[in-house]
């Protein structure tokens, strides 16, 4: 059984930086596509980076390239994302999630991703 848990979410003023993490438990993310989503209230879930392939090439969010940073730590079975430079606008429960297979085309959709995990809340105060 997969179980995706992610850590790091809190209350953080805008300009500052948080880091979330994903552990996993019955998958090794080295092997699968994965990815970080976000959901703010009453909005659709929208991506906001990934390793579109198991072997580390990585996309991100128009809206959070520069600021933010997606990472994996393969001897902790962990992936990151290092947020900087936060905004108001940043403020959403984030989501990591895994696909079933080493390469996702489709990285944006969240359809494509098979393993969810219960999300983070992360809060940029103005």
């Known amino acids: 059984q997969v179980q995706l848990v992610e850590s790091g979410g809190g209350l953080v003023q805008a300009g500052g930086s948080l880091r979330l993490s994903c552990a996993a438990s019955?998958?090794?993310?080295?092997?699968?596509?994965v990815g970080w989503f976000r959901q703010a209230p009453g909005k659709e879930r929208e991506f906001v980076a990934a390793?579109?392939?198991?072997?580390?090439?990585?996309v991100y969010a128009g809206s959070v390239k520069g600021r933010f940073t997606i990472s994996r730590d393969d001897a902790k079975n962990t992936i990151s994302l290092q947020m900087s430079t936060l905004k108001p606008e940043d403020t959403a429960v984030y989501y990591c999630a895994a696909d079933a297979t080493a390469y996702i085309g489709r990285y944006s959709s969240p359809d494509e991703y098979e393993y969810w995990g219960q999300g983070t809340q992360v809060t940029v105060s103005s």
């Open positions: 019955g998958l090794i993310f080295s092997r699968h596509a």
């Open positions: 390793f579109t392939w198991s072997g580390g090439s990585t």
